[in-house]
């Protein structure tokens, strides 16, 4: 993964978890969607963040090691930090080069994070590959590129303003790059020739969350897509780039007259058992 990439994908835990219920909970609809039944063999969450789901998965299933992995030391750290069950470990690893130890893993769990990783045509068979038979992939990722709440960052990195700090991030492996999700059927594609029959449960889902506040589409992405580009700029130029965006995104998710912003979020989702 080269730096543009790292930095697309690298998380601030505390502004990330502003919104920890709702960035959550598709994670826990996955969790709930995979059978208890699975084969022996240890369990993953590739770009586990802070470990909630992978403190979840080691409690379900106490008698197998679970490892949570991540590239981000500060997003580990915060993992770290809470206490644990005694089948987690924590692991710094990159997800692009990653393969685990001999013994197949048993489950492979990822929420939010493999729609930083490019080509999904090689991806999603390499993770099926190395589950153990009879085991499970479960894969949650957002399918949100093309909402406005990306489209607009865009744009305005891309105005003459923006251009010569931002234009950057529009290439690919920046953070605002083209979108490496695809269809569901594309999923169901790649991963069909190694699953059992019948064995892939696929649902995309739109969420309508409720957002409070003045800015609040502006304060949800500052969590994720928007940071890379932030960083990049100087105090007054955030501040100005913060104003304009605010301004756009309110035209794009108006507030109603009780307050509310309604934030159309969707997301796709795969639990594949392995043939
Ligand atoms: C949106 S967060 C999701 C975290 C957690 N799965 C959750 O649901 O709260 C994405 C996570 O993926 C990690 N990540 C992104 N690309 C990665 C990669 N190539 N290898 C390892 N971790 C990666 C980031 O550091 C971040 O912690």
Redesign the pocket.
Known sequence: ?DKLERDA???NPAQ?LKFGGE??RP?YELLARIDDDLPLGPAY??????G??ARAIATRWPDRGVTG????AD?LKKAAAAPKPTNLSWQQ????GWSPPPTPPALIFS???LH??PDHGALFPRLMQMIAPGGTLAVQMPGNFRAPSHTLIRDLALTPKYRPKLGVLTEPGGSLRDDLVQTPDFYYGALAPLAAAGGIDLWQTTYMTALTGERPVLEWIKG?ILRPALDRLDQSERTAFEDELAARLAGAYPRRADGITLFPFRRIFMVARRG
């Open positions: 993964m994908a690298a998380w990330y960035r959550l994670g969450d590739l770009g586990c963040g802070t909630e789901h992995l991540d590239h981000s997003m690893a990159d997800v692009a929420n939010a994070t930083w990783l994720s």
